[in-house]
């Protein structure tokens, strides 16, 4: 069975944090990179990062460099985005995602269409 639960996000001000989770199924989660991405209202969706579940590489987007971390714990088959700093803009539903082929690769370049397996998403809001 294919499942990721995306939950932790809620409503802060700016400068304030929230740490993301992702809890997977086996199937989801083991020897995938398992991604994070977000869509702010009005836009498209866009990536934020990526974690390969096989050893723990970490694979950023510009926006989130320096202030979002991503993390992991498999014995819980979790990933975590820890949101740091956090700016009215980020604002936003929040996804997690596997790739759609094992291996890692999607984590590289973290493109929505190499991710098959998405969660409900999570909503991030951050206001001034």
């Known amino acids: 069975q294919v499942l990721l639960l995306a939950s932790g996000g809620g409503s802060v001000q700016a400068g304030g944090s929230l740490r993301l989770s992702c809890v997977a199924s086996?199937?989801?989660?083991?020897?995938?990179?398992v991604g994070w991405f977000r869509q702010a209202p009005g836009k498209e969706r866009e990536a934020v990062a990526g974690?390969?579940?096989?050893?723990?590489?970490?694979y950023y987007a510009d926006s989130a460099k320096g202030r979002f971390t991503i993390s992991l714990d498999n014995a819980k088959r979790t990933t975590y985005l820890q949101l740091n700093s956090l700016k009215p803009e980020d604002t936003g539903m929040y996804y997690c995602?596997?790739?759609?082929?094992?291996?890692?690769?999607?984590?590289?370049?973290?493109?929505?269409?190499?991710?098959?397996?998405w969660g409900q998403g999570t909503q991030v809001t951050v206001s001034s």
């Open positions: 995602a596997a790739d759609r082929i094992r291996g890692g690769n999607a984590c590289y370049s973290l493109r929505e269409a190499d991710f098959g397996y």
């Open positions: 086996a199937f989801a989660y083991n020897g995938r990179c």
């Open positions: 974690i390969y579940t096989n050893d723990g590489g970490t």
